[in-house]
């Protein structure tokens, strides 16, 4: 249980392209799902928290207008990374917590998506 | 903002408990500590949480002392599969806000 997918799970694009990558809980549902952002050998880094039938919360330093975050349903996320430059290549991974668990900061995690921005 | 530390790196051999210690000292009060595994470039896998005390289960074990400003991941009888990324992931106080911060990231080495 607690599967979470991502699609699609490599991009490669034009710099000045958008991309759209989905998040999935399939066995459960997530009231709150996450974004992070992995740099080579970092660690992750926390963009957005996506609430679902509301706006997203973004960290600081992480402009809104670029990375659009749409949270329509209690399964599905999606991160659109807008006007995209090298600078954005990167992996990014959503992940999902289960509705209901409270205090408990029980994420399950998707696979990732490598962006390379050409 | 008080960063989660952790050892950057830990070699240990096959069989042996390998204990991965991360410091937090500004962890928010009633929130959990979680710990993660990653194999590169994959998602992180959800190992064990806990909030105090000592937690198990059948992977491994998570030591939280009272203060709650560190705590230990320990893997019993390490196999060479084992050789991943380790992370803590905590929320750390700062002011009235909270944030979801991972730490580090210990890179173990299991060797044979």
């Known amino acids: 249980g607690a599967v979470v997918s991502q699609h699609p799970s490599w991009v490669i694009c034009k710099s000045g392209t958008s991309v759209k990558i989905e998040c999935r809980s399939l066995d459960f549902q997530a009231t709150t799902m996450f974004w992070y952002r992995q740099f080579p050998k970092q660690s992750l880094m926390l963009m957005a928290t996506?609430?679902?039938?509301?706006?997203?919360?973004?960290e600081q330093g992480v402009e809104k207008d670029k990375f659009l975050i749409n949270h329509a349903s209690l399964t599905l996320s999606t991160l659109t990374v807008t006007s995209a430059h090298p600078e954005d290549s990167s992996f990014y991974i959503c992940?999902?917590?289960?509705?209901?668990?409270?205090?408990?900061?029980?994420?399950?995690f998707g696979p990732g998506t490598r962006l390379l921005v050409l | 903002l008080a960063k989660t530390t952790q050892p950057i790196s830990m070699d240990s051999y096959e069989g042996q408990e390998v204990n991965i210690t991360c410091s937090h000292n500004n962890i928010a009060t009633n929130d959990y500590i979680t710990w993660y595994q990653q194999f590169p470039s994959q998602g992180p896998r959800f190992i064990i949480q806990g909030y105090k005390t000592k937690v198990t289960n059948e992977v491994a074990s998570l030591f939280i002392p009272a203060d709650r400003k560190s705590s230990t991941l320990s893997l019993p009888r390490v196999s060479l599969s084992d050789t991943a990324v380790y992370y803590c992931l905590v929320s750390i106080s700062s002011g009235s806000a909270r944030q979801l911060t991972f730490g580090s990231g210990t890179q173990l080495t299991v060797l044979p």
């Open positions: 992940s999902a917590r289960p509705s209901g668990t409270g205090g408990a900061e029980t994420q399950y």
């Open positions: 996506s609430n679902e039938g509301s706006k997203a919360t973004y």
